[in-house]
């Protein structure tokens, strides 16, 4: 069946934090705003999620959700098909999504006061999630080569004090859509290894990959890593259900998984029926969806790209992975004050503001493409207008 990701959806009234954030964070409304923020795409799920609910709806009984068992299995399922990445169903803990997954992993191998490494730019709820636990999130910049990062391994070493216990990494990269290298992620491993730092490595837009571009599975790439890492998974991303808050947590330690399972327990959470429903369904039956969502973005990123691209000192990043794309304004001549009212009060344009990214992301932004393309020629026809 040929998805139509052009359909109109009137999601004006949908409570929608896309929608909702646009007057709490930028002081616009829909009516003169096109948002391009929050990392949700506008398109309906795949058919078989809706349909999935549906059932459960029309059963009308929704009580505390029971095994994960079956669950279990489609993640598994997943993680071979798309990934070819074998998995054990023991290593798998259900989370309500990954940035709780995470919350729950920093209380349980760090203390306050611990530090905790980042990337920067890097995506801004980390930044969030670390403070909020009393951590010290510290930040390694990425370096620029060419239209994308790398890891500065050198800058890493210097930095080091010996409070770190955690290391972020976002794979693939948001904002910048990186898939990053085997070597890097090899190089990463080895580091930690050394240094006894935990890797939490979220892996949540690894699905996301432009049709002629492959993830690099941490796992994989980096063969022992499993001894000192977490991975974090999620259908939620992908499949555009991210209001069903479900993840999976990937240990293979089987120390680290107790340690982690305990502090689960602490917090008292059992499974979401709906969050595990939708992604079971979207786990088993949503490949085909995901093959034509890519193809359908694809479209989108080489429009918004190539038209940015011919903007006067305005960088864009190559864009491997994930829908978000990473500009860079900072050839400008103007402030970031100047930036951010060009962007929001002139074009009437909301992407994400650099700043919630890192130190030196200021005068960037990261625009949401998974739009229809109607939306996405309006925005480029908006901003040419405003920076050309
Ligand atoms: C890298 C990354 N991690 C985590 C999340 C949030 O995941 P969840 O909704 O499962 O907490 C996002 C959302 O955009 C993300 O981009």
Same mark, same amino acid.
């Given at each position: 069946?040929?998805?139509?990701?052009?359909?109109?959806?009137?999601?004006?009234?949908?409570?929608?934090?896309?929608?909702?954030?646009?007057?709490?964070?930028?002081?616009?409304?829909?009516?003169?705003?096109?948002?391009?923020?929050?990392?949700?795409?506008?398109?309906?799920?795949?058919?078989?999620?809706?349909?999935?609910?549906? &059932?459960?709806?029309?059963?009308?009984?929704?009580?505390?959700?029971?095994?994960?068992?079956?669950?279990?299995?489609?993640?598994?399922?997943?993680?071979?098909?798309?990934?070819?990445?074998?998995?054990?169903?023991?290593?798998?803990?259900?989370?309500?999504?990954?940035?709780?997954?995470?919350?729950?992993?920093?209380?349980?191998?760090?203390?306050?006061?611990?530090?905790?490494?980042?990337?920067?730019?890097?995506?801004?709820?980390?930044?969030?999630?670390?403070?909020?636990?009393?951590?010290?999130?510290?930040?390694?910049?990425?370096?620029?080569?060419?239209?994308?990062?790398?890891?500065?391994?050198?800058?890493?070493? &210097?930095?080091?004090?010996?409070?770190? &216990?955690?290391?972020?990494?976002?794979?693939?990269?948001?904002?910048?859509?990186?898939?990053?290298?085997?070597?890097?992620?090899?190089?990463?491993?080895?580091?930690?290894?050394?240094?006894?730092?935990?890797?939490?490595?979220?892996?949540?837009?690894?699905?996301?990959?432009?049709?002629? &571009?492959?993830?690099?599975?941490?796992?994989?790439?980096?063969?022992?890593?499993?001894?000192?890492?977490?991975?974090?998974?999620?259908?939620?991303?992908?499949?555009?259900?991210?209001?069903?808050?479900?993840?999976?947590?990937?240990?293979?330690?089987?120390?680290?998984?107790?340690?982690?399972?305990?502090?689960?327990?602490?917090?008292?959470?059992?499974?979401?029926?709906?969050?595990?429903?939708?992604?079971?369904?979207?786990?088993?039956?949503?490949?085909?969806?995901?093959?034509?969502?890519?193809?359908?973005?694809?479209?989108?990123?080489?429009?918004?790209?190539?038209?940015?691209?011919?903007?006067?000192?305005?960088?864009?990043?190559?864009?491997?992975?994930?829908?978000?794309?990473?500009?860079?304004?900072?050839?400008?001549?103007?402030?970031?004050?100047?930036?951010?009212?060009?962007?929001?009060?002139?074009?009437?344009?909301?992407?994400?503001?650099?700043?919630?990214?890192?130190?030196?992301?200021?005068?960037? /932004?990261?625009?949401?493409?998974?739009?229809?393309?109607?939306?996405?020629?309006? /925005?480029?026809?908006?901003?040419?207008?405003?920076?050309?």
């Amino acid at each position: 069946m040929i998805v139509n990701f052009d359909k109109y959806i009137d999601n004006r009234h949908a409570n929608l934090s896309k929608f909702e954030g646009l007057k709490s964070l930028y002081g616009a409304s829909q009516d003169n705003c096109i948002s391009m923020w929050v990392a949700d795409m506008d398109f309906n799920p795949p058919q078989a999620v809706i349909t999935a609910l549906q &059932k459960e709806v029309s059963h009308g009984v929704f009580g505390y959700y029971g095994t994960n068992k079956s669950f279990l299995n489609s993640v598994k399922m997943w993680m071979k098909s798309r990934h070819d990445w074998d998995i054990s169903e023991e290593w798998c803990s259900v989370v309500h999504g990954v940035n709780t997954g995470i919350g729950m992993g920093l209380r349980a191998f760090s203390e306050p006061g611990d530090e905790i490494l980042l990337f920067s730019p890097i995506y801004y709820s980390f930044f969030n999630t670390i403070k909020n636990n009393g951590r010290v999130p510290k930040e390694i910049p990425l370096k620029k080569v060419k239209d994308q990062y790398e890891v500065d391994f050198n800058e890493l070493e &210097k930095r080091l004090s010996g409070k770190e &216990k955690i290391i972020i990494f976002c794979s693939p990269h948001n904002p910048g859509g990186k898939i990053w290298s085997k070597e890097t992620l090899v190089t990463l491993a080895e580091f930690s290894k050394e240094n006894n730092i935990l890797i939490f490595m979220d892996e949540i837009h690894h699905d996301l990959t432009y049709p002629d &571009k492959a993830h690099t599975t941490f796992l994989k790439a980096a063969p022992g890593a499993e001894e000192i890492s977490l991975i974090f998974t999620a259908a939620t991303k992908t499949f555009n259900i991210a209001g069903c808050h479900t993840g999976t947590t990937i240990i293979p330690n089987p120390k680290l998984r107790s340690k982690y399972d305990q502090e689960h327990a602490a917090i008292g959470k059992t499974p979401n029926r709906f969050g595990m429903i939708m992604t079971e369904a979207a786990y088993r039956k949503g490949a085909e969806w995901l093959h034509q969502l890519m193809h359908y973005l694809e479209n989108n990123k080489n429009i918004f790209t190539t038209s940015l691209r011919s903007l006067n000192n305005v960088k864009v990043f190559d864009l491997e992975s994930t829908y978000l794309v990473w500009v860079d304004f900072s050839n400008l001549k103007i402030t970031q004050a100047e930036m951010e009212n060009m962007l929001i009060k002139e074009a009437g344009v909301a992407p994400s503001l650099g700043t919630g990214f890192g130190k030196n992301s200021g005068k960037f /932004a990261r625009f949401n493409i998974a739009c229809r393309t109607e939306i996405l020629d309006l /925005a480029i026809g908006r901003l040419t207008k405003t920076f050309l």
